[in-house]
């Protein structure tokens, strides 16, 4: 997939959000020019708005999307605040922040109730999402993401990881045999002296900070959204808080070989358990969650 060029949005507080809105594709017209024979089903309700995690960047989704636009929904990818080509040092990096800039691109694209994917701290800010505007959300879909308060340790654990990253990375190869995905290589800035990193160390490490503060459990409980709560057989969400997130309307499921990182790590699968997710919550449909079909083969 050709990664569309980005759009902006300023919010109030001045940090421009790069993001992208991408259509699914259109049936061609016939020769003739008239109507395909048969009329495509009426595309999907929901589109989708993807929300990558910390130190990571929009791109990170391009083998979703390419899966959802054909399924045929409208997806929408964007870098956070500090992220990417969104502004790098923005004014705060709080979680409230990170929840109006999602709320702010929903309500700049006028989408109707969106399908809210988020991967780790950005699965944290979908979640807050769901809980503050419920009327934007029509489904939840938290990908290594919870509302357990982050261990207060984190922030020196990142800094320390971010201090361990080769700067500049003399090559693509070799930032992505060090990152691990080349997903991860295709977020960095090419220079002239090589692979740089486009968030800053100081930025990240408070972004982080703030969900040390507290748990969100309260949110969580007042999100009423149908929610598919994703995580890694090899993952970092634990058992008790894995388990601790069930309630009426929501789906759990483990994805065998994959890390933290399962967007990356297993995208089919993952496009897979959210496809049947959404068509069985569009459809009004319950799905199940028993404890012996969590781990999936």
């Known amino acids: 997939m050709t990664p569309l060029r980005p759009q902006y949005l300023t919010t109030p507080d001045g940090t421009r959000i790069a993001y992208r809105d991408h259509a699914p594709a259109t049936p061609p017209a016939s020769p003739s020019g008239s109507p395909p ?24 989704w391009d083998d979703l999307t390419a899966r959802l636009l054909a399924d045929g929904h409208r997806v929408v990818t964007y870098d956070a605040r500090g992220h990417g080509a969104s502004t790098r040092r923005p004014p705060t990096v709080t979680r409230e922040a990170c929840v109006e800039d999602a709320v702010a691109l929903i309500e700049h694209l006028a989408l109707p ?21 419920p009327d934007l959300v029509g489904a939840l879909v938290l990908v290594e993401a919870g509302p357990e308060r982050v261990a207060a340790d984190t922030p020196a654990r990142i800094g320390a990881w971010l201090d361990s990253w080769p700067k500049p990375f003399a090559s693509f190869d070799e930032a992505r045999d060090f990152l691990g995905h080349e997903a991860w290589a295709r977020g960095l800035e090419e220079r002239a002296d090589g692979w740089w990193p486009r968030v800053d160390r100081d930025v990240m490490v408070a972004m982080i900070s703030h969900p040390t503060s507290r748990d969100h459990w309260p949110e969580w409980r ?20 894995f388990a601790a997130m069930a309630r009426p309307g929501t789906e759990r499921r483990t994805i ?9 790590d297993q995208p089919a699968r993952l496009h897979t358990e959210i496809r049947n997710f959404v068509e069985a919550s569009e ?12 781990n999936l083969t």
Do not use: Y
């Open 37 to 60: 024979a048969t009329p495509p089903a009426s595309p999907p309700t929901r589109p989708f708005l993807l929300l990558h995690g910390l130190a990571g960047h929009q791109g990170e």
């Open 113 to 133: 109730a969106v399908t809210l994917v988020g991967q780790s701290l950005g699965g944290h800010t979908a979640l807050l999402v769901a809980a503050a505007r």
């Open 222 to 241: 007042r999100t009423t959204a149908p929610a598919l709560v994703v995580r890694g057989e090899n993952g970092w969400l634990p058992d008790p808080e």
């Open 256 to 264: 065998p070989a994959a890390g933290h990182d399962v967007h990356l």
């Open 283 to 294: 459809g009004n449909t319950p799905g199940t969650d028993p404890a012996d079909t969590q």
